[in-house]
């Protein structure tokens, strides 16, 4: 779970350290609107049976997540599209049996977590050559709940032709035993589905965004670290302090009049605050380390400043390895910032290419001329035969 920047800058006073205590425990603690948003939905699924359940998290599974049970089967090619020699499509929900008996009719069960060897046919159709949708695809079942999603999840791994891939798709569209029990999957829901059931926690579905966007070496090194759960035992960890800080507070309010104390309540007090103020500095190294992160996963910014015609744009040039900007022996020729992206020993780079730094007489007298060049040739654009007496107007001294 991530906290709120404003809450990890704590003073050194104690009044400023039991404040902000009570600042990240409210943050920490779970949300009552995650347990009951999907209630009326669930509701209504056809898959749905029975009063809705929803498990609390066990002491296995990373916290603050939910299991849920009902939605419709999904489906969605987990491959990059167009042409291929093979494509994946990913099938998860309670339907994955009934797609495979309408796909593979008469033909022998999945053993789970063994790959198949199946042909596809159209649903609803004998088994027949003009019904063929695909032969020698390659089939793998996982019953849930051990899968990446939590739930049962079916993967066919079909020949990456775009024919054959949109023949599939359509074919598992129509697989449905109710309308509406299968349908293709939004963006990101098999992750949404994989929070949702204790397989991946926040900072997980954080890092595995970055992992699937990482251009350079840094980026891996970044987002790979952030696929374990070691930074949400941390967090526990953190919020684990903060409700022992808490509770002796609390036993100090409650009882320091009728119970003895090893130590006095200004003592008990003290140490609470001290306690507080070493999990700051924990917090607050770990703010800047993401800082940092966030700099290595959104790239440093490179300005390339200068009078004009000092060589910018051709040191950009050169710097990328191609013709990124545009080289004129007159000067102003750029005009508005260029921004390329490189990697530059791992590190991404954003590289920005600006205008020549002029006075500020000559810099205010071209901006003008700019203004009314721009002007004139809307005007231009908008009717050229009636406007032609008024430019004539516009452009005389």
Not at 129 to 137: E, F, K, N, Q
Not at 218 to 239: I, K
Not at 272 to 291: C, E, K, S, T, Y
């Amino acid at each position: 779970m991530r906290l709120a920047r404003s809450s990890l800058s704590i003073a050194t006073s104690r009044p400023s350290c039991l404040l902000q205590a009570a600042k990240i425990l409210h943050l920490a603690r779970p949300s009552a609107t995650a347990l009951t948003c999907n209630t009326h939905r669930l509701a209504a699924s056809p898959f749905f049976k029975g009063p809705i359940v929803l498990a609390r998290p066990q002491s296995s599974a990373p916290p603050f997540s939910t299991r849920f049970y009902g939605d419709p089967t999904i489906y969605a090619l987990s491959t990059a599209p167009g042409r291929a020699a093979i494509a994946i499509i990913r099938i998860s929900g309670p339907a994955c049996n009934d797609i495979y008996r309408s796909l593979c009719p008469g033909q022998k069960p999945l053993k789970p977590r063994y790959a198949a060897v199946r042909t596809l046919y159209r649903p609803g159709a004998k088994p027949l050559p003009d019904s063929l949708l695909d032969s020698s695809a390659l089939l793998l079942y996982f019953p849930s709940p051990n899968t990446v999603t939590g739930e049962d999840l079916l993967e066919l791994h079909v020949h990456g032709g775009t024919a054959v891939v949109r023949a599939v798709l359509s074919a598992i569209s129509q697989c449905s035993p109710v309308p509406g029990a299968v349908r293709y999957a939004e963006a990101g829901e098999f992750t949404r589905r994989a929070f949702m059931n204790n397989r991946l926690d926040l900072t997980q579905v954080e890092a595995l965004g970055d992992t699937l966007s990482a251009n350079t070496e840094q980026q891996r090194r970044l987002s790979v670290r952030g696929t374990t759960n070691n930074l949400s035992l941390r967090y526990e960890s953190w919020r684990q302090m903060l409700l022992a800080a808490r509770g002796e507070l609390e036993a100090l309010i409650d009882f320091s009049e009728d119970q003895h104390f090893d130590e006095s309540p200004a003592e008990l007090a003290s140490s609470v605050a001290d306690q507080v103020r070493d999990l700051v500095l924990l917090i607050d190294a770990h703010r800047r380390n993401a800082m940092r992160g966030e700099l290595l996963r959104n790239g440093i910014a490179i300005s390339l400043l200068g009078a004009p015609n000092a060589g910018k744009s051709s040191l950009l040039n050169r710097i990328v390895g191609r013709e990124a900007a545009i080289v004129s022996q007159e000067a102003g020729t750029t005009r508005d910032v260029v921004e390329v992206g490189i990697d530059l020993g791992g590190y991404l780079c954003r590289l920005g290419d600006t205008a020549g730094l002029r006075s500020a007489v000559l810099a205010t007298a071209q901006a003008r001329k700019e203004h009314m060049q721009e002007k004139i040739s809307m005007i231009e654009e908008e009717d050229s035969r009636t406007s032609s007496p008024f430019l004539a107007n516009m452009q005389s001294p």
